[in-house]
């Protein structure tokens, strides 16, 4: 079992900044045996996508629609993966879902909203 423990969510202007954090509440040991962490985003209508995930080595792989304004970051000894959102457009407003895969399964977080205004 990893439990998620999503932060940083809230209201910003277009043009803005925030940041994202996911803890797992898991040993570091555990932590570093996850194979992949990351954030997905939804909104109502939309089927779950991707946002970016970096892998147990390090490789990353981001959305199309966040390169070069996203950036995703581990933290191995605080247990979190970060998620640095500059740029922001009112597109970019959704649930945002931390996630992580151990061996075979895959775990989500409750959700924390981002909400960029025009």
């Known amino acids: 079992q990893v439990q998620l423990v999503e932060s940083g969510g809230g209201l910003v202007q277009a043009g803005g900044s925030l940041r994202l954090s996911c803890a797992a509440s898991?040993?570091?040991?555990?932590?570093?045996?996850?194979?992949?962490m990351g954030w997905y985003r939804q909104t109502p209508g939309k089927q779950r996508e991707l946002v970016a995930t970096i892998t147990k080595g390090g490789s990353t792989n981001y959305a199309d629609s966040v390169k070069g304004r996203f950036a995703l970051s581990r933290d191995n000894n605080k247990n979190t993966v970060n998620l640095q959102m500059n740029s922001l457009k009112p597109d970019d407003t959704a649930v945002y879902y931390c996630y992580a895969r151990l061996n075979l399964v895959n775990y989500w977080g409750q959700g924390t909203q981002v909400t960029v205004s025009s």
């Open positions: 898991r040993s570091i040991f555990e932590f570093n045996a996850l194979n992949a």
